[in-house]
């Protein structure tokens, strides 16, 4: 019998290790896809190396930060990293330069300055695209958190790996049922928030 | 001469590394590592690919249940990989059953998807010509709507590609063998040489895969994107 406490106390490490992880990506993603804004050098890189690397397993991305950084909290929190970022750059960058050049002339033309076009024009338009990519990220954090319990991040991964090493299922299901309440929790959470902040975006489909 | 000896000492230090990635590879029997790998990733994506396929044409022709099924599927996708592989445990016991059979429901949605947008989304025009040509509705959808729909259905393919080899991978946890079994053993035992050598060819693996899959993309894009 896992008792009580000990899911709850797993669940609550993990909660904290996806959303340290989530929070980062993103304040790291989205200055990076401005800066790809700028340059073609950096939009190339970036594009090229996120899709590269998201073909990449996750098992493999996990096993060869082991060597770099060791075991424990950090090497799981940059081994998730790399995985998250990719999503989001690629959708920011590419929800950013998506935009009809045409809006961004007339927005010069009324004399906006390069910032106040970045903030209500490219990036209002950008929304959509951001908000899928930061699900979709949010969506991967939670699945590979669980694989880092592996290198010893802790969170629901553990009592999965615990159970499976002692052949015990009812340990098995303690991690993985809210596991899977926090997927769908997180899905239909954002979904709800996307409608909420983007009325427009459901307006037509309706 | 010196540069004779630098040559020299280069190649030798080229041949070390070398001779230690084959002693690496050789203890680890990776080849037969990749063979199962390969396997179980072939039989999870032809398989997909049939389901996902015939899902896609299916919701087609039944437009009322399209947007439902579709939904399920996108469920069956937010589950974490791992408690989607334990949960078909007590099921079908431990192996590559559990591996191929969480492959193919990942893969499923991707493919189901783009089909069913790819057949839907067929310009109007190309329709109307069939039907005044006198094309029945059957060699409509697999005359005209099913290979305007290739590329977008090979874009669904690589999806599932890359979702299938992280499942793949993951097999090792739950005795699968593969190359994820490697990088247990590497993990666990801490022997760097094997996490990295495993790591990449993994990884090499993977984009390799990835790169055949978007070069047929292309070539269909090209091939059937008149419109």
Do not use: C
């Amino acid at each position: 019998m896992v008792s009580i406490e000990v899911i709850m106390g797993n669940t609550y490490d993990h909660l904290i290790l996806i959303s340290i992880t989530l929070v980062a990506s993103i304040a790291i993603s989205i200055p990076l896809a401005f800066a790809s804004l700028y340059s073609r050098f950096i939009a190339n890189f970036v594009i090229r190396f996120a899709n590269l690397a998201q073909a990449v397993p996750s098992l493999a991305v996990i096993a060869i930060v082991v060597p770099l950084l060791g075991i424990g909290f950090t090497p799981a929190l940059v081994a998730i990293l790399l995985r998250a970022l990719l999503p989001i750059i690629k959708n920011t960058y590419i929800g950013l330069s998506n935009i009809d050049p045409a809006l961004v002339d007339y927005a010069r033309g009324v004399g906006m300055s390069e910032w106040q076009i970045h903030r209500y024009i490219r990036l209002p338009n950008a929304y959509p695209a951001i908000f899928a990519g930061i699900k979709f990220a949010a969506i991967l954090v939670n699945s590979v958190a669980i694989l880092t319990a592996y290198i010893g991040s802790g969170g629901l991964g553990e009592l999965i790996f615990e159970g499976l090493i002692s052949f015990n299922n009812e340990k098995i299901f303690a991690g993985a049922i809210p596991a899977i309440l926090i997927a769908l929790i997180i899905d239909v959470g954002f979904t709800a928030l996307e409608k909420r902040l983007m009325p427009f975006k459901y307006k037509n489909t309706d | 001469m010196i540069s004779d000896i630098v040559v020299f000492g280069i190649q030798q230090e080229g041949f070390a590394y070398i001779s230690q990635i084959l002693s690496v590879w050789e203890s680890n029997d990776l080849t037969l590592r990749t063979i199962e790998h390969l396997y179980m990733f072939g039989i999870a994506i032809i398989a997909a690919s049939i389901f996902g396929i015939l899902i896609g044409i299916f919701l087609f022709m039944n437009h009322r249940i399209a947007n439902p099924g579709l939904n399920t599927l996108n469920v069956v996708e937010t589950i974490p990989d791992i408690p989607l592989l334990v949960f078909l445990l007590p099921i079908v016991g431990l192996g590559t059953a559990p591996t191929i059979i969480a492959s193919v429901l990942y893969s499923i949605l991707p493919i189901a998807r783009n089909t069913y947008t790819g057949l839907t989304g067929v310009d109007k025009g190309y329709i109307d010509v069939a039907q005044a040509m006198g094309l029945s509705k059957r060699e409509i959808l697999l005359k005209i709507r099913l290979p305007m729909a290739l590329p977008l259905i090979a874009g669904g393919l690589r999806i599932a590609l890359v979702f299938s080899m992280g499942i793949v991978t993951l097999g090792g946890l739950i005795a699968a063998g593969g190359l994820g079994a490697s990088l247990i053993v590497g993990i666990q035992l801490y022997e760097v040489d094997t996490i990295l050598v495993a790591g990449f060819w993994t990884g090499f693996l993977a984009v390799f895969f990835d790169g055949i899959a978007e070069s047929i993309e292309k070539w269909l894009q090209r091939r059937y994107a008149s419109w």
